[in-house]
């Protein structure tokens, strides 16, 4: 993944409970880190939502800008 594509949450994402706010929505990679640099390396940012970090297996492509 790379910045500025659009993701939503997967099944894994969907089913964990503090993601709760994220459900149905797409959002923009703002940041993208490296796993040994940050436990969450991918930051997103939704609107109405705000920002959060997130595992890759938490998000699902869903098209590039």
């Known amino acids: 993944m790379k910045v500025g594509d659009l993701v939503e949450l997967s099944a894994i994402g969907r089913n964990t409970m503090y993601l709760d706010g994220f459900r149905g929505r797409i959002g923009v990679v703002v940041e993208t880190h490296s796993k040994e640099e940050?436990?969450?390396?991918?930051?997103?940012?939704?609107?109405?939502?705000?920002?959060?970090?997130?595992?890759?297996?938490?998000?699902?492509f869903v098209s590039r800008v």
Request: net charge positive.
């Open 38 to 60: 940050r436990f969450y390396p991918i930051r997103v940012s939704c609107i109405g939502v705000g920002g959060n970090n997130f595992f890759r297996s938490s998000l699902n």
